[in-house]
């Protein structure tokens, strides 16, 4: 027999005797094998910077504090095992299983965490920044004021888990499942989640600025509060939303669907909406200044108290909407249908139109509008033709 296996032999024979022992291994400088059983080992505080680990048994292992930096641990079986504190940059877990891990304040900047399965994880705290996350699953795990700034989550699985406070700054979430998971007050700004899923997702008060969320699912989802502003959610579908109180200044949502959403109380100025479905959209006190809407169909939504100041309005169905004291003035509106509408204490001045929203605006309820004299004697006008 080779004496380097001898020596291994005796390293892993120590190793076991420190499960039964409890003593530390912290100042030993070893070079484990891959495929080894270490399972329910206590290796805390100990230096395993680059050691090769792959596919080895880990599970129950005692790691806290320790460092594995660069650490190569591909399908190494780590499930409950602890490493509270460790410190795992670079390191390469490709495909290892961390399922009910605690991996609370641990450091895994840049580590390879493809395909990985870290579901009921505990990662409170942890630095994940710049790591690789691809179709990794992390599902009901508990990732609370982790930091994952310009990590890449592509398909990753984050349903149902804990990302309250989470810092996601610039991370790639392309096609991500994060539906039921609670992202309250996180920070999302420029972060990529094109086509991601997040049905039901808890986004209120986060800040969403400068994100990309073209073609992202967001049915029922809780953006109560939340920053959107200059976000890009065209073709996105946001129906039955909650954006009460949230801020969409800029926001790109071209073409996106907004079904029985609710944006009572949101600022929209200078959001881009041509072409989005608001049927049965809530509206009320809504701030939509500046706002270019072409071709949108808002008949019969409630906009009771909303602001479309110095906004343009092109081909828009607004018959049966409620703009009971909503704030219209500068406004340009050129085929707007509006006939039904309810503009009892609107402000109307300086609205410029044409003769067809002149003709629905005669039709539209109009007691105690303020409304310019050049609106009033073209309004008599057409009184007088009748």
């Known amino acids: 027999m080779r004496i380097d296996s001898l ?5 892993c024979a120590l190793i076991a005797m420190n499960c039964v022992l409890g003593a530390g291994f912290a100042e030993l400088d070893i070079n484990i094998d891959d495929r080894v059983n270490l399972s329910y080992a206590n290796l805390s505080a100990m230096d395993l910077a680059g ?30 095992s602890h490493l509270n504190g460790s410190t795992l940059e670079n390191a390469d877990l490709t495909g290892a ?42 599902s009901d795990s508990d990732l609370s004021d982790a930091d994952l700034t310009d990590a890449r989550l592509f398909r990753t699985d984050l349903s149902g888990a804990k990302l309250k406070g989470i810092y996601l700054t610039s991370a790639n979430m392309i096609g991500a499942h994060i539906s039921w998971a609670d992202m309250s007050v996180a920070y999302l700004s420029q972060g990529q989640f094109s086509r991601a899923e997040l049905y039901s997702t808890n986004l209120s008060g986060s800040d ?27 073709y996105a579908d ?18 996106s669907d907004l079904t029985r959403a609710n944006f009572t109380g949101a600022d929209l100025s200078e959001a881009y909406l041509d072409g989005a479905i608001l049927a049965g959209a809530t509206l009320r006190n809504a701030k939509l200044d500046r706002v270019n809407l072409r071709e949108v169909d808002l008949r019969g939504l409630e906009m009771g108290g909303a602001s479309l100041k ?29 006939t039904g509408a309810n503009l009892s204490s609107a402000n109307l001045e300086r609205i410029k139109y044409d003769q067809f929203t002149l003709q629905s605006l005669s039709r539209a309820e109009l007691d105690g509008a303020k409304i310019s004299e050049d609106l009033r004697s073209d309004l008599k006008s057409l009184q007088r033709a009748a």
Do not use: P
């Open 51 to 80: 050691a090769h680990l792959n596919q080895s048994d880990l599970q129950g292992c005692n790691l806290n504090g320790s460092n594995l930096d660069g650490a190569y641990l591909r399908s190494a079986w780590l499930m409950a």
């Open 238 to 255: 946001l129906t039955e939303a909650i954006l009460t109180g949230a801020s969409l200044k800029s926001a790109k949502m071209a073409y």
């Open 208 to 234: 969403l600025s400068d994100a990309d969320f073209t073609r992202a699912y967001l049915m029922r989802s809780n953006l109560t509060g939340a920053n959107i502003d200059w976000a890009d959610m065209a």
């Open 7 to 11: 020596v291994r032999i005796a390293l």
């Open 97 to 138: 299983v961390l399922t009910e891990a605690d991996l609370t304040g641990a450091d895994l900047t840049g580590a390879n965490l493809i395909r990985v399965q870290m579901s009921k994880a505990k990662l409170n705290g942890a630095r994940i920044v710049k790591a690789d996350l691809t179709e990794a699953d992390i």
């Open 310 to 338: 110095n906004s343009v309005l092109t081909g828009v169905f607004m018959a049966m909407t409620d703009l009971a004291g909503a704030d219209l003035r500068d406004a340009t509106l050129v085929q707007v249908e509006m």
